[in-house]
C-alpha cells in the first residue's frame, strides 16, 4: 500500500492555531512597524516635505495588510494618521492643522489608508480561504487514495491513522464497537486512552455526541473524541490528541476532522455492508449444499435400501440358488452403501481438518492393485485395465491406506464414464523435475471432462449434467484432499484421442532421506 505525504507547505493553513482571530502577534507587528516608520519619518522630516512623507506611512499600511489581519491593518491606518499629524506636519507635538492643504492630504490619507488596507486584506482573506479550500480538497484526496489502495478494514483503518496524523499533527485512535457494546482498541493507535478517557469515549458512544477537549462537555479531558455514526448507527469512535500547548480548535480544523471521520465511517459501513452480504452469501450456499446434500444421499440410499428391503421379503420364499443370487444382490447393494458412506465420512474428516497422513515407504504396485481389488465388483471384460508400471519404479512416500483410496476412488470414476470395449490405462513412474515427482496416472476413453466442470473438476457435489445415475460429487474432492494431505497435488486434463486423465503427484524421496513429517 503507498500513499502521498501530504506537504508542510499544504498542512501549514490547517495546523493547530491557525486562522482564529488576530493575534497579539500581529498588532505588536503593526505596532513596530508604524514606529519605525515614524521615527525615521521624524529625522528626515528636515530635508523632505511633510507632505510626501505620508505616502511612506501608507506604503507601510499597505505591507501591513500583506501579513496581518483586517483589525491590525485598520489600527496601522489610524496609528500612522495619528503619528503624521502629530509629529511630522507642522505644528509638531499637537494635532492642529494649521492650513486647508493639510487638512484635506490628511483626510484623504485617512480614508485612503483604510480603505486600501481594507481592500488588501479582503483580497488576502480571499486568497486565503481559496487555499484553505484547495489544502483541504488536497488532504481529503490523499485520504481517499490511500482508503481506495487498502484491502482489509484493517489496512484501511492503519491508513487512516498514519494519513490523520500527519495532516493534524497529533495522536490518533480509532474504537471499533465490539460485542456486548465494549469499545475496542486498533493496534495502530498512538494514543492509548486511561480509564479516565475511556469513559469519554463510552459517553461519545452511547450519546453520538462530540466531546472532551475543545468542547464544553467533559472539556478537561487531554483528547477530543467524535463519534463514527450514520444514522441510528454508531460504529466507533474517533479520538484526536494534538500537543497540550494547543489552547483551541479552529472551525477550519474541526470541519476537515469532520470530514475525515466521514470518510472513515463510510469505510466502516461499507465494509459491515460487504461482510453481512458475504454472511448471507455463504448461507445461502449452506443451504443449497444442505438441500442438495439431502436430495443426493436420499437418492444414492433410496435404490441398495430398496435392493436390501427385497431381499428380506424373498430370502425366506426362494430356492438355494435364487438365495445365492439374492445375496450377491446383497453383498452389491452394501458395497454401494459403503462407498457412499465412506466418501461422507472421508469428506468430513477432510473439512474438519482430523486427516493425519502417516507417511511410509510404500510400492505403487501394491496400491494399484489393492484399488482394484476393491472395484472388481464394477469391471467387465468390455473395460480392460491395462498397468504399465517400471519394472525399477523405486519406492514413494505415502500414506498406503490414502493413496489406495484416491486411486479406488478415480478409477471408479473413469469406469462410470468408459463406455463398453474400450480400456482403462493405469501409470506410476516419477518424473526427474526439480524437485522429482512419483506419480500415478489414471486415463479412460470416455467423453472427457464436461465443460462446466473444466475450471474446477474437484469440487464437492460437482457432477457433470450427463453424468450416469448415482454418486453424490465427492468422490474426485475427496481424491484431491487426501493427495494434498500428504504433500502432493492433483490434476485432470484431457485423454489425446479422447477421454480424461488424472495424475496424482507426490514428492519424490530416494530411499536414502526420509522426510519429515509435519
Not at 486512552?193 to 469513559?199: F, G, I, K, Q
Not at 523435475?433 to 500415478?440: H, Q
Request: with cysteine; proline share 5%.
Amino acid at each position: 500500500m503507498t500513499r502521498g505525504p501530504i506537504p508542510k507547505k499544504e498542512t501549514s493553513l490547517i495546523a493547530w492555531g491557525a486562522h482564529g482571530s488576530s493575534s497579539s502577534r500581529e498588532y505588536i507587528e503593526t505596532i513596530t512597524v508604524i514606529s519605525a516608520v515614524t521615527v525615521l519619518g521624524w529625522f528626515l522630516a528636515p530635508h523632505t516635505s511633510h507632505l510626501a512623507f505620508g505616502l511612506v506611512y501608507l506604503l507601510a499600511v499597505i505591507a501591513l495588510s500583506l501579513r496581518v489581519g483586517r483589525w491590525p491593518v485598520l489600527l496601522s491606518g489610524i496609528l500612522s494618521a495619528m503619528a503624521w499629524d502629530f509629529l511630522i506636519i507642522p505644528p509638531h507635538f499637537s494635532f492642529a492643522v494649521m492650513s486647508v492643504e493639510d487638512g484635506m492630504m490628511l483626510g484623504t490619507y485617512c480614508v485612503v489608508a483604510l480603505v486600501a488596507g481594507q481592500l488588501t486584506a479582503r483580497v488576502r482573506a480571499q486568497e486565503l480561504v481559496e487555499r484553505l479550500r484547495e489544502q483541504r480538497a488536497t488532504a481529503l484526496f490523499h485520504l481517499t487514495r490511500a482508503l481506495a489502495a487498502t484491502r482489509t478494514l484493517d489496512e484501511a483503518t492503519t491508513a487512516f491513522l498514519c494519513q490523520t496524523e500527519e495532516v493534524f499533527n497529533a495522536k490518533t485512535a480509532l474504537l471499533f464497537i465490539g460485542e456486548n457494546d465494549t469499545l475496542s482498541a486498533h493496534h495502530a493507535n498512538s494514543f492509548s486512552l486511561n480509564e479516565t478517557e475511556s469513559n469519554v469515549a463510552k459517553w461519545v458512544q452511547n450519546h453520538r455526541k462530540e466531546a472532551g477537549r475543545f468542547t464544553q462537555t467533559f472539556a478537561t479531558a487531554e483528547a477530543f473524541y467524535l463519534p463514527l455514526s450514520d444514522a441510528d448507527i454508531c460504529h466507533g469512535v474517533f479520538v484526536l490528541c494534538p500537543a497540550p500547548i494547543v489552547a483551541t480548535i479552529t472551525p477550519v480544523q474541526r470541519e476537515l476532522i469532520g470530514d475525515f471521520a466521514t470518510q472513515i465511517t463510510l469505510m466502516i459501513k461499507r465494509e459491515t455492508l460487504r461482510t453481512a452480504i458475504e454472511r448471507e452469501r455463504m448461507l445461502a450456499r449452506s443451504q443449497e449444499l444442505h438441500h442438495t446434500l439431502l436430495d443426493s444421499v436420499s437418492h444414492e440410499l433410496k435404490t441398495p435400501l430398496a435392493v436390501l428391503s427385497t431381499v428380506i421379503e424373498k430370502l425366506n420364499t426362494k430356492t438355494q440358488v435364487e438365495r445365492e443370487s439374492l445375496l450377491e444382490e446383497v453383498r452389491i447393494a452394501t458395497k454401494r452403501l459403503t462407498r457412499l458412506v465412506n466418501n461422507l465420512l472421508n469428506q468430513t474428516r477432510l473439512e474438519s481438518g482430523t486427516i493425519k497422513p502417516r507417511l511410509d515407504w510404500c510400492n505403487a504396485r501394491d496400491i494399484i492393485n489393492a484399488a482394484l481389488r476393491g472395484i472388481a465388483d464394477l469391471l467387465s471384460p468390455g473395460n480392460p485395465v491395462t498397468i504399465n508400471i517400471p519394472a525399477d519404479m523405486p519406492l514413494i512416500m505415502a500414506d498406503a491406506a490414502l493413496m489406495e483410496q484416491a486411486v479406488f476412488n478415480l478409477l471408479h470414476n473413469a469406469i462410470k464414464h468408459t463406455p463398453q470395449n474400450t480400456e482403462i490405462i493405469l501409470s506410476a513412474g516419477v518424473r526427474n523435475e526439480n524437485p522429482p515427482r512419483a506419480f500415478i496416472t489414471i486415463a479412460d476413453r470416455g467423453p472427457g471432462l464436461a465443460p462446466e466442470l473444466r475450471i474446477n473438476p474437484f469440487q464437492k457435489f460437482r457432477r457433470a449434467a450427463n453424468a450416469p445415475a448415482g454418486g453424490l460429487g465427492l468422490g474426485l474432492s475427496v481424491v484431491r484432499g487426501f493427495v494434498v494431505a500428504q504433500g502432493g497435488e492433483v490434476q485432470a486434463g484431457e485423454n489425446p484421442g479422447g477421454g480424461a486423465v488424472f495424475t496424482v503427484y507426490l514428492p519424490h524421496f530416494s530411499h536414502g532421506v526420509v522426510p519429515i513429517e509435519e
